[in-house]
Structures are given as structure tokens and as C-alpha cells.
């Protein structure tokens, strides 16, 4: 009980009455107490913890009951607040969040309000509101604090919601960005109302030579030949650079990157890209850099005494021409005895790799990773550096440099990092070291079919940490490993125990979802997987030789021969089974999804079907299973294109832009 109230014992007896009663506290009798019940005097801090009994007497003799001990607490303070919710002032669009703190006896329970009425659910002493809209422009937030006490009421807070404003976006680099979400929530024209086969299509085809394998980008309101334009800049396996006008789709400029008497590479032998290999990773843009803009480009080319070369090249963005000190060759050694190595060193050999992973920039530094011709030996797995300004090599990382193969392929994903400028990738089949040292890296430092974390600290690669399977040898011998998919750096998020999360997802052959800490990647572990989450049931029904993406608060996969597939999080894991899936399957090589949104709404899902004829599907990113758009659909082969096996679509300003074997197929509104 509490200070100030009364306690009441009682005793029930048996035997011939009548019977006298006499209370006792603390074996001391009570003066007055001399009844079967019995009520003290309002209680005090004193009384707390006394015992009492009551001796109960007739003719025959005594008895003496058992002992019942008083538990007197402190009286309930009621709430007051402490913290009162501070207003908000956010963009249509974008959630916000309210908290609230008070003093006071435990427990509390809390009621937040809008506009002074209860919002159902909101009982904790933070609130986030839903995805906000210019209606809720205004509207005043409050909370109800209630304890055994009373309840006391926060101050109101006031939500500002401020118009989306007109955003021109860029397309500087592979899926968007350095984290390779694949999200662009800059996108105002494009809408899950207007894009359907009555209003939406192939509007343009951008002419090229050559294979379109790279990811095509996007500069708005660039100055081209005296005018202002939109750009489109394409990449092709004949080494040739173009930019046209995103509205017109009038060819601005053209550049080739053969050197003399020079002529694409052949294809090695090898299928993945034929039949020449030119310019397969996306280029990287930084409208800010150099005179006008600089787009870096890797091309490999053979020149006529049958000599293979890899270079990197800086163009201006605004006529094409190389930048002075471009091109550079691709020149390195590492230590190391494993493939084609001499004299202590592994030596980069031009003719046995290919730029495969997308471009990465970062602070000044231009990364390249180099994927292998199939499975052709010898190879390691390389990630070299570039001064962006001087086209000066800074750092050389090789992963298996004391064995065999690895490489870093990622179905055309550029290398990820996150805001700390660590670099994330996944390793393809190689060497791994499974004895340890005192640290739990491999002892001779090959990280084959690893998901791997590398510090860029002072523009040094570096091996951070890493995560690999407890079979990473068996899945390696048996090709079934995580190389063919891409990494992903996903926003931060908070676990079931209020704790922050840094994490980074990634897939690969074995049809598993691996979702890292990147604060603690896992490592090896030759009997468990010691990492973050595992999907491994409920999941995707097929290997991944692709790139997943996210948008508000969703994952999306395309695995071969599984539909498309979107995944929530919950408390910062991934949710099984998935939330919705797509009703077409996506055969070889899977799909590398994009995003296209106004903020949170309008949330498009883009999609490309491999086959002789391609399919850009276009679904409504909250359900897959509402498709709202297909290239198949209209009449007469309208919409259709010939299809390339590793495209990521990219969508700006309201068009949707898709390599084929010839050009670019650019879809839109047919009358905006």
C-alpha cells in the first residue's frame, strides 16, 4: 500500500466460543485491538515492514496466528513532462517523428494526439507519423503522459510539411549512387496513374555501334555546341562514347577510344561478352570536374601485334575530348606467388581480365575491379585505384594474391561504399585461406567467395573485414558462389533493442541472402556462418547473377527463374516470406531492378525480362503483383526491343532508358 492509507487484517478460528482477541505488531500488543479484524492508523514511511499476529483466546486456551508483514511504498508521484516534442518541419512526403519524456512513478503509458484526437496505435514516447502529405500541413501533435497518479499533457508541437520542390536529377554512376540502391526519388513525371500501355512507351532509340552492356547516365541542362541540353552518355563494347539529347535524341557527340592501329579486344574465348569487348563497365560522371565535367571510362582494346590493352580515360562530358594526362594504362603488381605472379609479385596481365563492376568514385579517387573471362586461368581478383584529377594509380588490392582465380565480376554492379568510404563487393570463386590468424583473417590473405569490406583510409586499400560460409571451399570448387551478385549498402536502421544497425546485403549463386553487419562482418567460421541474418528459407527460389535494390524500407530480388520479389524490414531484418512478388519469372540472367519515385510516393518498380526479344516490366513498387506496364503490351510490337543479358534500367526526367545489342531503347510518355 501507500503512505497514508490503512491496512486491515483479519482471522477467521475454530473452537467453542466466544473468543477474545488480541493484535500484536512486532510481538507487542495493540492497545484497543481486540476484535477478529483488525485496521491500523493511516501508515507512515515507520510501519513499513512490521509484522503482525493476533493471539486468539477461549476457555479452553491460546492460540497465535502467523505472522502477515505491512509493505507501506512512498506515495505515486504524478507525470510531469520533462521533454516536451519539439515542432517538425519536413517535405511531402517524408515521415515525423515526435518524442516526449516525463518524471514521475513508473510505470507510464502514453496516448499521442493529432490535432487533440487519440491516434490509434501511437502509445509509445516516440511517434512517426506516416509518409506526410500537404494535408497534415499545420496540424498540431500532443501527448497524454498517465500513471496510477494522474496524467499530465506535452505542449503541442507543430508539423510543418513543405512542398516537393522541383529536383532536375542526375544520373552520375551505376544504380544511382555509391550505396547501389538503384533509387531515383527525384522522378516527378513518371506515376503508377499514367505509366500503362495507353499513355506509356517506346518514345526514342538512341543509334550506336556496339553492344550496350553499361549502364547508360543522365546530366541535365549541360552546355553542348553552344546550347543547353539534357545529355544521355552511352558506352558501347566498340569503344565508342556517345552523348545525345535526352528530348531531341539528337547525337551530340561521339568518341572512340582505340588508339592507333587498334581495334577492340576479341572476346578471349569466352561468352559472357561477345563477340568484342570494348567499354563493359558503367562509366562514372562529375559534372564538377575538370573544365566542364569529366566522365571516366575503362576500354580494352588489342592493338595490331596482337598486344591486349586496359585504360582508363577522363573525357570532358561537354565534347567528348580526353583530358590531359588521359589515357592512362592499367599497370600493377602486388605481393604475392599465386596466378601469374614473378619475383614475389602477382602482375596485373591486360589480357586476362575485363572491367566488369561498375566505375566508383570516391573522394578523388576513381576504383576499378576486374573480372575474369569466364573461368579462363590465371587470374586473381584486383581492385585498383586512380587519382581522379592526375589519372595517377594511389592504391592496388588483390584479394587472392597468394592463390587462385576470385576476381570480381557482380553481373556488372559497380563496387558499393558507405559514408565511413569503405568499399563493399562480393568475390567470385577462388582461393580461400581456411586456417586463420589471430585476428580471424586468412593467413595468406586470399579472400576467395567472400563479402568483403575494404577501407580507403589516406587512399589505401586496405582489407577491413570480411564474411564468408563455413563451405566457402565446397561452394567455390563447385562454382556456386557469391561473384555473380552485386552489394548492396543499405540506410541505417534501428534493431529490436533501439540499436543502430550499419548493414550491407548481397547474393550469389547458392540462392542465399546474406545480410551483414558491417560493423562486425562475421568472418569464417568453419562449422556456422557467423553472421548478421541468413535468408534462407522463404526467400529467393534461385542464384542471383544480379543486383537487388531498395526503397522505402524494401528489398528487391530478381533471382533466375523466380519472380521478382520485394522484402521488408523489421527491427533492421530482412522479413520472410516476401511481401509481394511479380507474376512473371525472370529467366537467365535474373533481373537487376530499378527505382524510379516522387520522395516515397509513386514508387515504381523497372524491371527487364532477358530474351530475343526483351521485356521492360514496370510494377507498383507497394504490391509487385500490380503490374502496371509491359513492353509486350501494346499492339503491333510497338513497345518492343532486341535485349542485352546484363542491363540495369535507368530512368530520369520522366524517361526510362534500356541498352540493347544497338543502341538505347528510350521509353516515355507518348503525349506529355
Not at 101 to 106: I, L, Q, V
Not at 111 to 117: E, F, G, M, P
Not at 635 to 646: A, E, L, P, T, W
Request: glycine content about 10%; proline content about 5%.
Amino acid at each position: 500500500m501507500t503512505t497514508g492509507q490503512t491496512a486491515t487484517f483479519s482471522v477467521s478460528v475454530t473452537g467453542t466460543s466466544p473468543f477474545a482477541y488480541q493484535w500484536r505488531r512486532n510481538g507487542v500488543s495493540v492497545s484497543g485491538a481486540n476484535s477478529s479484524t483488525y485496521t491500523t492508523a493511516p501508515t507512515g514511511p515507520a510501519d513499513n515492514g512490521s509484522k503482525f499476529d493476533v493471539v486468539v483466546s477461549n476457555s479452553v486456551g491460546s492460540t497465535t496466528s502467523n505472522e502477515a508483514t505491512l509493505t507501506v511504498n512512498a506515495a505515486a508521484t504524478a507525470p510531469t513532462i520533462t521533454t516536451q516534442p519539439l515542432s517538425q518541419s519536413v517535405t511531402a512526403g517524408q515521415p515525423a517523428t515526435f518524442s516526449v519524456a516525463a518524471s514521475g512513478t513508473t510505470p507510464f503509458t502514453y496516448q499521442w494526439r493529432k490535432n487533440s484526437a487519440n491516434i490509434s496505435g501511437a502509445n509509445s514516447a516516440t511517434y512517426s507519423t506516416p509518409a506526410t502529405t500537404s494535408a497534415d500541413n499545420g496540424s498540431k501533435f500532443d501527448a497524454v503522459v498517465t500513471n496510477s497518479a494522474g496524467s499530465a499533457t506535452s505542449n503541442q508541437a507543430t508539423l510543418t510539411v513543405n512542398p516537393v520542390q522541383s529536383v532536375t536529377v542526375s544520373v552520375l554512376t551505376y544504380h544511382n549512387d555509391n550505396a547501389r540502391t538503384g533509387q531515383n526519388l527525384n522522378e516527378t513525371i513518371l506515376t503508377t496513374s499514367n505509366v500503362n500501355s495507353s499513355a506509356f512507351g517506346k518514345v526514342g532509340f538512341l543509334s550506336v555501334t556496339g553492344l550496350v552492356d553499361a549502364e547508360p547516365l543522365y546530366v541535365p541542362s549541360l552546355t553542348v555546341n553552344g546550347g543547353t541540353h539534357n545529355v544521355v552518355f552511352v558506352a558501347t563494347e566498340h569503344d565508342l562514347v556517345y552523348a545525345f539529347d535526352a528530348d531531341t535524341f539528337t547525337q551530340l557527340w561521339q568518341a572512340s577510344l582505340l588508339g592507333a592501329n587498334e581495334t577492340t579486344s576479341d572476346n578471349r574465348g569466352c561468352g559472357q561478352v561477345t563477340p568484342e569487348i570494348g567499354i563493359t563497365a558503367t562509366p562514372v560522371i562529375d559534372p564538377k570536374a575538370g573544365p566542364h565535367g569529366t566522365v571516366w571510362v575503362i576500354a580494352m582494346s588489342k592493338d595490331s601485334s596482337g598486344n591486349y590493352h586496359q585504360r582508363l580515360h577522363a573525357l570532358d562530358i561537354t565534347t567528348g575530348a580526353e583530358l590531359s594526362g588521359s589515357p592512362v594504362s592499367i599497370q600493377a603488381t602486388y605481393p604475392g606467388t599465386g596466378d601469374n605472379s614473378s619475383n614475389g609479385n602477382v602482375v596485373f596481365d591486360p589480357k586476362q581480365y575485363k572491367e566488369r563492376p561498375g566505375l566508383l568514385l570516391l573522394n578523388g579517387v576513381v576504383y576499378t575491379g576486374w573480372s575474369s573471362h569466364c573461368d579462363d586461368s590465371p587470374y586473381t581478383a584486383w581492385i585498383i585505384g586512380y587519382n581522379s584529377s592526375t589519372l595517377q594509380q594511389t592504391s592496388v588490392l588483390d584479394v587472392t594474391p597468394n592463390g587462385h582465380m576470385g576476381s570480381l565480376w557482380m553481373a556488372g554492379a559497380g563496387i558499393a561504399a558507405d559514408s565511413s568510404n569503405d568499399l563493399y563487393f562480393l568475390v567470385a570463386n577462388g582461393t580461400f585461406d581456411t586456417t586463420l590468424d589471430a585476428n580471424g583473417f586468412p593467413n595468406h590473405q586470399d579472400y576467395g567467395n567472400a563479402f568483403m569490406k575494404v577501407s580507403t583510409t589516406n587512399n589505401q586499400l586496405a582489407v577491413a573485414d570480411y564474411f564468408t560460409m563455413h563451405d566457402t571451399v565446397s561452394e567455390s570448387n563447385g562454382d556456386v558462389d557469391l561473384g555473380s551478385g552485386g552489394a548492396l549498402v543499405l540506410p541505417d536502421m534501428t534493431d529490436a533493442n533501439n540499436q543502430t544497425r550499419h548493414l550491407a546485403v548481397g547474393a550469389g549463386k547458392d540462392s542465399i541472402i546474406y545480410l551483414c553487419d558491417r560493423d562486425s562482418m562475421g568472418k569464417f567460421n568453419s562449422t556456422a556462418d557467423n553472421i548478421y541474418q541468413e535468408v534462407t528459407s522463404n526467400g529467393i527460389n534461385g542464384g542471383v547473377w544480379s543486383m537487388p535494390a531498395y526503397f522505402n524500407n524494401m528489398l528487391y530480388y530478381g533471382a533466375v527463374g523466380d519472380n521478382l520479389k520485394a522484402f521488408a524490414f523489421s527491427a533492421a531484418r530482412i522479413v520472410t516470406p516476401p511481401s509481394s512478388a511479380s507474376s512473371a519469372s525472370f529467366g537467365y540472367p535474373g533481373t537487376t531492378p530499378s527505382i524510379s519515385a516522387n520522395g516515397s510516393s509513386n514508387g515504381i518498380v523497372w524491371a527487364i525480362q532477358n530474351g530475343a526479344t526483351g521485356v521492360l516490366h514496370a510494377y507498383d513498387a507497394t504490391n509487385l503483383a500490380h503490374e502496371l506496364y509491359n513492353s509486350n503490351q501494346a499492339s503491333n510490337g510497338r513497345d518492343q526491343f532486341s535485349d542485352n543479358k546484363y542491363v540495369t534500367p535507368m530512368i530520369a526526367n520522366g524517361k526510362v532508358y534500356v541498352g540493347t545489342p544497338t543502341g538505347v531503347a528510350v521509353f516515355g510518355l507518348l503525349n506529355p
